[in-house]
């Protein structure tokens, strides 16, 4: 699917055909799709290749007069349960050319969606710099704001394992610790790309634009050192609760053992006295009753005592 999008008196508006100095928004394309964007407006073949790569890398490319900036966009994904959530990461590719700025994706992406609503402000599409500067720095809000969800959901599930050892909190909190894995890598991927494109060499930078990349640098940097700090803390609470509900179950076998070694005393005793053997002691029926309750009074006072019931 392919959106055209200009600023037209300061506001963003689409666009029925491609214009110069427009926005050009692909989204989920299809070969036909791509071999427009190829014979059209003579984007290299190359850089198609890398832009619809599900698995490629954030980095910056250029060619001849076009230039390439692939870079890794947090997404939010419902698992099949359709109750565990998982983050993820997938490549944002901007081609800049002469007269237009096109960005490729695979799939639907949040930031894109807010731009083209209008709920982010984007100046000009014909500052194509200021334009991926400007994406870029809503990518890394974008990442701390998903951080702050995870941290959140990670205590609200950490509240719910106090109460009940389930399966389906631990697959929680498993898939927030993935989660925070690819964050992890896609920011630190993300911030060499900006590295290099703060060198000026591949992208012209203007002044404002330069200030806006430092901000969006200062942001993936403290994404990533909050990552960093949940990833550590997620660690210790599913080795915390790893080790609780190894203990738990301890505590369950030791509990199930003392209940079998008591409930064991009437059957040896009626055993005894159930075989005709002769000489027993008092051979009757109320003598038998008595002498199982007492021992087993005994044994579970015994048993209580050590910590066996508890």
Known sequence: MIHYYKT???????LEAAEKDCWIAVESPTR?????L???????????????????????QKEDDQTLVIVDTPVQEKQEDEATMLYCTMPLSFVVLKNYIITITLRPVPVLDEIARGS??????????????????RIATRYTQYLRQ??????????????????????????????LVYFSTGLKSTETTLEKIMRGRILKLYEEDEDLLEDTLIEIKQAIETCNIYSGILSG???AFASIISNNLNIVMKVLTSITIVMAIPNMVFGFYGMNTPDLPMPYTWFAVFITVVICVFCA???HKKGYFS
């Open 8 to 14: 037209q008196n300061g506001k963003l508006m689409p």
């Open 32 to 36: 036909q799709e791509l071999d427009l």
């Open 38 to 60: 190829i014979q059209q407006f003579g984007v290299d073949e190359g850089f198609i290749s890398s832009a619809t790569d599900e698995e490629e890398i954030s980095h910056v």
């Open 120 to 137: 982010v402000k984007i100046e000009n599409t014909a500052f194509k710099t200021n334009f991926v500067v400007a994406v870029l720095l």
């Open 150 to 179: 995870i941290d959140k959901i990670s205590y609200l599930t950490e509240k719910q394992l106090h109460k009940s050892m389930r399966n389906k909190e631990l697959i929680q909190l498993l898939s927030l610790e993935k989660s």
């Open 237 to 239: 609470t599913m080795d």
């Open 301 to 303: 006072y015994l048993l």
